[in-house]
DNA sequence: GGTGACGATGTAAACGATTACAAAAATGAG
DNA sequence: CTCATTTTTGTAATCGTTTACATCGTCACC
């Protein structure tokens, strides 16, 4: 086809006010001297073209400095190469390290992850669910214990599970649905049996908020432990809590309120456990001389507590890891673990010591 | 063209393996029996079509689950509603409640959020600056103090700044970018300020990173207090230190050994200030009889350390909700403020006291 | 009743890639 | 050298929206 001749003043090589719109891939085709298909071939699949062409398109692509467009490359192949990461609270330190392990394994292969901050709210869960159903992401990483956008508003039909998902820490009760998790139950018994081996023979309970299926586990474990120890269970022992570190300060009230006051104590978190052993010197007991404690998790901060807390190390990055794969691996069309479960390791600070035994660190 | 005959005992109300291909705008078009600028105009700008269209539109996209697709959309609008966050480390607790506040704003926009987690790695780095140059963001967020994706490499062009840009926290030395930050220097002048007026003659510093924007700021702010309290700046008081944990602990070290010990310490980060009052407690002083601590953010650990930490309050979900409100702003075409600067808070705890005082709550 | 303005709607052309299919070129066997 | 086969390339359809432009009524005003 022949174009207008341009104005004599207008030389080809440097347009001057042109606003720089971004090269396409027919630019980068015409450079080339060769047709889109072969453009696009040469860079998804290299392989495919011949070395002479491959090598023509890769120095069109450096001349222009050509990027795919990715909204065009996604709606023709119906591929985002973006994942959904469903998580209940950004701000909570617990997640941000899995998040990195996410972070860590998607990128390697080349995929961007995007943030959802339930935040306890149901129009973000929609909004969250609807990222699923509209191509925005191929799969999606739900941290979060429950299935998103479960709205069947209407007469509509029963959201279809339209990408594959994975669970990360909570189980998620559908079935097909990989889980990732670690053995809560087993965890919790450690726990248990390491206080009851020092010689603790009372030994109190910090729960997680009712209902929830970590904790189902974690009690569980608990009792377990008991069990194993040959320690009665004592109800009484047994104090709610919900995470939080204002919780376990409550518990410590809890506690000193009994006539028998436990030797130890185990809680369901780590902040719980730094509640209380804030909760506890308040009320002029000190860890671990007056009680041993142990938590959950180990945060970052369970190093760095006064006392440092003895707790159950969860690998979190870890854990982001293997979800992420597992991901990628139902993406792939590969054949996927339906269960995988992380180890947990008991780490020994200074938040417990042997029953009777005398301190050994002289306090001031 | 003709299809071999169903099977008689497959009627064409409810195809059954048909695996629920998701609904099209066309399909609400002819459902609702207009065409399908209708159904765009009618759910992207209601206004603009007669109540009447409008309505049998709605119907139709509530009876299919109509949900648009997003690729598409975003091809033919050049716009994907959806931001990059860029920061240095994911698992750094400081960013989690800024990466809040910024989600908080961009979803009420209807944003989503994508996270670019640097992690020191130039690879990441060119993949993040790619999302901007390929229409997979409309904006984004820098929380790592540079520009992302610098690389011109060959003959390329000065890669062009795709998209608006906003820096929190830390500056970007570059023309036309937003900034959003606290005072740095005024915030560190108030605490080295509060720690004279208690009455402390030699006043320490621990530092940030060497060449790091913030920490030249707050370097200056505590030179401001000395002088402004008609103290002498003496050098040996200034320990190096790099934001973490063991850099604190570390400082303790080299403050102890020095012949005149200071009463107060300043330090950059709450974290070096909690492993400050750990290195001293292992070398027998207590802080704060011993010395008076001061952090710098007040991370979740700072209330919950103990003893409590006096520190510098950042507004840090404030500080994301801003910087993504300016963003909104650059993207709707809105005159967007070049600068916004957010209060600090000296908040008073535990780990401080007059000098020579005697301690108030009696220990042991 | 004619005319202009306005609002609601429809038609069809983008947006920028990937990819099915067909054609052409290269390769190898006989 | 011919023919079958394989590799490489090109043409054009396609993904599912949005939106410029054209069209068609409707209404008010003269």
């Known amino acids: 086809m022949s174009r207008p001749p341009l104005p004599s003043e207008s030389p080809p090589s440097a347009p001057p006010e042109q606003p720089q719109r ?12 060769v047709s889109t298909a072969t453009v696009s071939r040469a860079l998804s699949d290299p ?22 467009n ?49 935040d306890g709210s149901p129009e973000k869960e929609a909004r969250f669910a609807a990222f699923m159903a509209t191509g925005l992401v191929d799969g999606a990483i739900l941290l979060n214990g429950h299935l998103v956008g479960q709205t069947r508003d209407g007469q509509g039909s029963p959201a279809p599970l339209s990408v594959p998902l994975v669970a990360l820490c909570e189980a ?57 120890s040959g320690l009665p269970f004592d109800a009484e022992l047994v104090v709610p809590g919900d995470y939080t570190l204002a919780s376990g300060a409550a518990a410590a009230e809890a506690l ?14 780590d ?10 010197a308040a009320e002029g007991i000190e860890v671990p001389d007056g009680m041993s404690v142990v938590g959950f998790d180990d945060i970052e901060f369970a190093a760095m507590a006064r006392p440092s807390l003895t707790t159950i190390h969860q690998p979190r990055r870890e854990l982001g890891r293997t979800g992420a794969r597992v991901l990628l691996d139902l993406l792939a069309g590969r054949r996927a673990p339906a269960h995988v ?3 947990t390791k008991l780490v020994e600070r200074l938040s417990t010591r042997p029953a009777g035994g005398r301190s050994v660190t002289g306090s001031g």
């Open 70 to 118: 990715q909204a065009a490359r996604s709606l023709r192949s119906q591929k985002s190469r973006m994942v959904l990461v469903v998580l209940p609270d950004l701000s909570n330190v617990f997640f941000s390290r899995i998040l990195q392990g996410i972070e860590d394994v998607l990128f390697e292969a080349g995929y961007g992850m995007i943030i959802g901050n339930l």
């Open 172 to 228: 998620i009760p559908h079935a097909g649905i990989p889980q990732i998790e670690i053995d809560n139950r087993g965890a919790a018994r450690a726990a248990t049996l390491y206080l009851a081996r020092q010689g603790h023979g009372r030994i109190a309970y910090v729960t997680g908020p009712a209902g929830n299926s970590l904790e189902r586990e974690r009690f569980a474990g608990y009792r377990d432990g008991l069990e194993q």
């Open 22 to 33: 971004a090269a396409r891939i027919e630019d980068v085709a015409r450079i080339a001297g």
């Open 47 to 68: 392989e495919r073209v011949s070395p002479k062409a491959r090598a023509r398109v890769m120095e069109a692509v450096a001349q222009v400095g050509y990027l795919p």
């Open 256 to 269: 000193l309120r009994l006539k028998r006051r436990p030797g130890a104590v185990f809680c369901s978190s």
């Open 271 to 280: 902040e719980m456990a730094i509640g209380l052993v804030g909760g506890l």
């Open 341 to 343: 479960r992380l180890e």
